[in-house]
Structure formats: structure tokens, C-alpha cells
């Protein structure tokens, strides 16, 4: 991996359901194959495409809590009524290892990490306007109409705190996606900070502030 610098980075990865994070992150894990990709505790039930400690690690609620207030982790959540949190040593030793790391986690627990590694590149992915996020979570035919509402609520108030990033990339594109996240990591993600007055514009608009 080049950077602007030769220390291993921690990149904090968020965004609100529907659009399109966990695309992104093979994609970029797929062509930087030597970042290395945390695995987060959840203590919601595995499905049966997933497996214990490649998706997940599942554990009971009162485990997680154990593990929680323990200070195993680096962060943690609750979505949907269910439990997440990154395990620090994982990440520590991934970071001793010369290894940058990637979290695919929500804002709050990006707030955390931020907080504890303020070294740490955070980036937010955001989808193009608010009607093809509600067109993308229709899509996936598997949620009622009632989490559909709830998924589109939760959305538009993770939305809210794009600000709070380093970076917030707009995927419309999934291949203009890739390259502007790879560009980030790369080093080179100037088009994409929060600091750009074209792109704070362009991701106004889309929540409509």
C-alpha cells in the first residue's frame, strides 16, 4: 500500500443502510489485498450464508457486555436491536503487524474509534439522492414495509452526520466509488474530503440541508 506516510493506517469506514458500503469494501480489500479487514463481535444470529469468525463473531449478549466492559473493544453499538463492536487487539495487532486496517462500521461507533485513535482515517459513504437510497433497499425484496420505514428513518439520521468525517465519498458510480475510495487510501483523497467546498455542496444537497 503507498500512502503519504510509512505507518500502517486504521480506515473507519460508515455509511447508512442501501448504500452500497459493503460492495465498496470487498472491492477495496479486493484490490488492496494487504489491508487487513476487522471482524466485528455482533450478538445478532448468524445466517445461514455466514460463518463464525470469517463474517462475524457471534457471541451472547451477556459475553459481548463482558468482553465490552472488560475494555476489549474498541467500539461498540447497538443497531436494530442488536449488539456490535470492533476487538481491539485484533486491530492493534494488524497495526504492530505493518498492516493498515479496514472498519466497516456505523457512525457511532466511528465517533468512538475517532475519540480513541484520532490518527485513524474515517470516511462515509453516501448514496446519491434519497429516493435511489429508498429504491436500493426496496430492491432487496426481503424486509416489510415496516423496516423498510425504520431502515429509511435510521438512514437519513446517519446521514446527518457526514460532517463528522474525514472523507465522504458519493456512490453513485460504483466504479468512479472504487477509485475515489482506493484514492483515499492511496493517499491522495483530496476531491473527497469534507474540507472541499464542491463536494460539501454536492452532499448538501443530497440531504437537503
Known amino acids: 500500500m503507498s500512502s503519504s506516510d510509512d505507518a500502517p493506517r486504521l480506515f473507519v469506514i460508515a455509511a447508512p443502510s442501501g448504500a452500497g458500503k459493503t460492495t465498496l469494501v470487498h472491492a477495496l480489500v479486493t484490490s488492496r489485498p494487504e489491508l487487513r479487514f476487522s471482524i466485528s463481535y455482533t450478538t445478532r444470529r448468524k445466517r445461514r450464508n455466514e460463518a463464525h469468525g470469517v463474517d462475524y463473531l457471534f457471541v451472547e449478549r451477556d459475553e459481548f457486555e463482558r468482553l465490552r466492559d472488560a475494555g476489549e473493544m474498541l467500539e461498540s453499538a447497538e443497531v436494530f436491536d442488536n449488539l456490535y463492536g470492533t476487538c481491539r487487539r485484533q486491530v492493534e495487532r494488524h497495526l504492530g503487524d505493518g498492516r493498515g486496517v479496514i472498519l466497516e462500521i456505523d457512525w457511532q461507533g466511528a465517533r468512538q474509534v475517532r475519540d480513541a485513535m484520532p490518527e485513524c482515517v474515517s470516511i462515509f459513504i453516501m448514496p446519491p439522492s434519497v429516493g435511489e437510497l429508498e429504491r436500493r433497499l426496496r430492491s432487496r425484496g426481503t424486509d416489510s ?65
Open 145 to 209: 414495509e415496516d423496516v423498510i420505514q425504520r431502515r429509511l428513518r435510521d438512514a437519513l439520521g446517519d446521514m446527518s452526520h457526514w460532517s463528522e468525517f474525514d472523507h465522504v465519498i458519493i456512490n453513485d458510480d460504483l466504479d468512479d466509488a472504487v477509485a475515489r475510495l482506493l484514492a483515499v487510501v492511496d493517499g491522495h483523497g483530496e476531491a473527497t474530503s469534507t474540507n472541499e467546498p464542491a463536494l460539501r455542496a454536492a452532499v448538501e444537497d443530497i440531504v437537503g440541508t
